[in-house]
């Protein structure tokens, strides 16, 4: 099975600052057939199901603000927040999809500062 | 609008069963590969079962295997999830997730809004 990892556990971010949140895969999620890292990022509110923000590793799904951004390859990737806002305060996970069991990193709680 | 609600769960003894029902709407249902994942409570997300379009493949976490069986119905456009022998670490959420696109690996969008079960 490929192992997720995130760091940090958690974060505390002012409003309007920068988040940042790392993610490992214990191999490449990387397909050369289709040059697409099979990598996405989740959100999840209190109470609410997890919200797909990010897939590709870098695409951002329809409707996702633009201050929400992924980077990374193979095995090393980031998703960055640039600028948080209240609403932003949330679980936030990376998954891999090239290979079932398809996992989850641990997710990091990110708050406000 | 595509949706998907899940039904079923609850509070069931040790060694129980129940089935987990999710009735999909505002899309082709017949078209896509569906997930269920499950989180136990103050926990993380964890994949547990995923099954092909037309229902021939399914595939599952070891720790569900010969417990949990994935199956759907696309004349009624309904996903379930068979879970027999619980245990109390089968307590938490239940989520059914459609794949984000009409193949085999895509990330999970849409989700639905969850089911409860509950092992004591």
């Known amino acids: 099975d490929i192992v997720m990892t995130q760091s940090p556990d958690s974060l505390a971010v002012s409003l309007g600052e920068r988040a940042t949140i790392n993610c490992k895969s214990s191999?490449?999620?990387?397909?050369?057939?289709?040059?697409?890292?099979?990598l996405a990022w989740y959100q999840q509110k209190p109470g609410q199901a997890p919200k797909l923000l990010i897939y590709?590793?870098?695409t951002r799904q329809f409707g996702v603000p633009d201050r929400f951004s992924g980077s990374g390859s193979g095995t090393e990737f980031t998703l960055s927040i640039s600028s948080l806002q209240a609403e932003d305060v949330a679980v936030y996970y990376c998954?891999?999809?090239?290979?079932?069991?398809?996992?989850f990193g641990p997710g990091t709680k990110v708050d406000i500062k | 609008e595509v949706q998907l609600v899940e039904s079923g769960g609850g509070l069931v003894q040790p060694g129980g069963s129940l089935r987990l029902s999710c009735a999909a709407s505002?899309?082709?249902?017949?078209?896509?590969?569906m997930h269920w994942v499950r989180q136990a409570p103050g926990k993380g997300l964890v994949w547990v079962s995923q099954?092909?379009?037309?229902?021939?493949?399914?595939s599952s976490a070891d720790f569900v295997k010969g417990r949990f069986t994935i199956s759907r119905d696309n004349a009624k456009n309904t996903l379930y999830l068979q879970m027999n022998s619980l245990t109390v670490e089968d307590t938490g959420v239940y989520y059914c997730?459609?794949?984000?696109?009409?193949?085999?690996?895509?990330?999970?969008?849409?989700w639905g809004q969850g089911t409860l079960v509950i092992v004591s």
């Open positions: 997730a459609r794949a984000l696109m009409a193949r085999p690996l895509a990330p999970f969008d849409p």
């Open positions: 505002g899309f082709r249902f017949n078209d896509y590969w």
């Open positions: 099954i092909k379009s037309d229902g021939s493949t399914t």
């Open positions: 191999q490449s999620v990387f397909y050369s057939s289709t040059n697409k890292n099979y």
């Open positions: 590709s590793a870098s």
């Open positions: 998954q891999q999809y090239s290979t079932a069991p398809f996992t």
